[in-house]
């Protein structure tokens, strides 16, 4: 297992990667074939936004019940 900056599809998210060996080696998704990756660490910033927006959507929610 290899710890160091864990890599994700960038399509759909899954974190079912393969290196494709008649791609040269290149990554690939075992899920919808996108050779799209990105990094955990960049998606986990935009997770804090996501999460941030709900938080205020919610929060607007809540002032229009009371
Ligand atoms: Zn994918």
């Known amino acids: ?3 160091a900056k864990k890599r994700i ?3 759909c998210g ?7 060996r008649s791609l ?4 690939v998704c ?9 990094t955990k660490g960049l998606i986990n910033s935009s997770n804090r936004n996501f999460y941030y927006l709900l938080l205020i959507l919610f929060i607007i929610f809540f002032v ?3």
Do not use: E, H, Y
């Open 1 to 3: 297992m290899q710890n």
């Open 9 to 11: 599809c960038g399509r």
């Open 14 to 20: 899954s974190s079912n990667l393969i290196s494709d």
């Open 24 to 27: 040269g080696g290149k990554i």
């Open 30 to 38: 075992v899920k919808c074939g996108s050779s799209f990756i990105k």
């Open 64 to 66: 229009i019940l009371f």
